[in-house]
């Protein structure tokens, strides 16, 4: 079992920047393929980004590349978002994921633990 406890969102002016992290617990840190979703009201579930067990590899959706940034840190069982020039149309909730395994997905149906979304608003 994994524990995903999200912090870093609120409210921002577009053009600014936040950073979003994503504490884990349970498991060991460095086996877990972790990604970064969102949803929008009225809106299914999205892929943000993802990064591998070993940060070798990164993912980025296409409506993102450029502006965010998915790092990790695995003395600190800690994965963030680093979100800048944000637009109001990145305006959702954000939710941190791990899978089990090697394998970077972008599909919400291959992760299979969720933290609880941290809001985030972009005021135009």
């Known amino acids: 079992q994994v524990q995903l406890v999200e912090s870093g969102g609120g409210l921002v002016q577009a053009g600014g920047s936040l950073r979003l992290s994503c504490a884990a617990s349970?498991?060991?840190?460095?086996?877990?393929?972790m990604g970064w979703f969102r949803q929008a009201p009225g809106k299914e579930r999205e892929f943000v980004a993802a990064?591998?067990?070993?940060?070798?590899?990164?993912y980025y959706a296409d409506s993102v590349k450029g502006r965010f940034t998915i790092s990790r840190d695995n003395a600190k069982n800690t994965v963030y978002l680093q979100m800048n020039s944000l637009k109001p149309e990145d305006t959702a909730v954000y939710y941190c994921?791990?899978?089990?395994?090697?394998?970077?997905?972008?599909?919400?149906?291959?992760?299979?633990?969720w933290g609880q979304g941290t809001q985030v608003t972009v005021s135009s």
């Open positions: 990064i591998s067990w070993s940060a070798g590899a990164t």
């Open positions: 994921a791990a899978r089990v395994g090697s394998l970077t997905t972008t599909s919400y149906l291959t992760y299979d633990y």
């Open positions: 349970g498991r060991t840190f460095s086996s877990l393929t």
